[in-house]
Antibody
Framework: EVQLVQSGAEVKEPGESLRISCKGS????????ISWVRQMPGKGLEWMGT????????NYRPSFHGHVTIAADESTNTAYLQWTSLEASDTAMYYC??????????????WGQGTLVAVSS | SFELTQPPSVSVSPGQTAIITCSGD??????AFWYQQKPGHSPILVIY???NRPSGIPERFSGSNSANTATLTISGTQALDEADYYC?????????FGPGTKVTVL
């Protein structure tokens, strides 16, 4: 079965950089986009942005653009979400999820298990 | 910007029908998707493209979408259906989630 396996929990201080990962397996990684979704403590799901691993095209929700970077390495079937300077407000669970394309007909059919990021001084 | 609204909570007795609505401007012109999330777990897709069930999702889950409202219906609700449910659609190339509805099975 399709798997998206995310990297482990992180505890960071404000201002630090961070990269979390999402490794896909048991499917053609280049044939599906990967999105990242934030869930702050006790809150709902927020779509952050997406990447097409076949050409590294990215699209971000405006409120996240410039604060995070989404990348992918097709040689390792891995997508990444990275920050150069974390803020306390980045404390959240982060999920990766795959979808067939950027088209409005595509659903998030498989999700990673989530990576908890805690930012505190 | 495109937004989706959902009721914060829905309560249902076991065996009864739970109806969860999702509203957005001309939502019926787009596809609606529904996700179930239980505490401590990742979301799972329960309805795609308005009314289709992925493999493994029980038949008691159904969906519809028309005009400004998409609806997720859980027929014969079971205790294990207690969860948060999120609707989702695409707007201008960005995915939009509703705020979520907590379904409580009393």
């Amino acid at each position: 079965e399709v798997q998206l396996v995310q990297s482990g929990a992180e505890v960071k201080e404000p201002g630090e950089s961070l990269r979390i990962s999402c490794k896909g397996s048991r499917y053609n990684f280049n044939s599906f986009w990967i999105s990242w979704v934030r869930q702050m403590p006790g809150k709902g799901l927020e779509w952050m942005g997406t990447i097409d691993p076949s050409n590294t095209y990215t699209n971000y929700r405006p409120s996240f653009h410039g604060h995070v970077t989404i990348a992918a390495d097709e040689s390792t079937n891995t997508a990444y979400l990275q920050w150069t300077s974390l803020e306390a407000s980045d404390t959240a669970m982060y999920y990766c999820a795959r979808h067939e394309s950027g088209a409005s007909s595509s659903s998030f059919d498989y999700w990673g298990q989530g990576t908890l990021v805690a930012v505190s001084s | 910007s495109f937004e989706l609204t959902q009721p914060p909570s829905v309560s249902v007795s076991p065996g009864q029908t739970a109806i969860i609505t999702c509203s957005g401007d001309r939502l019926g012109d787009r596809f609606a998707f529904w996700y179930q999330q239980k505490p401590g777990h990742s979301p799972i897709l329960v309805i795609y493209q308005d009314s289709n069930r992925p493999s493994g999702i029980p038949e008691r889950f159904s969906g519809s979408n028309s005009a400004n409202t998409a609806t997720l219906t859980i027929s014969g609700t079971q205790a294990l259906d207690e969860a948060d449910y999120y609707c989702q659609a695409w707007g201008a190339g960005t995915a939009v989630f509703g705020p979520g509805t907590k379904v409580t099975v009393l």
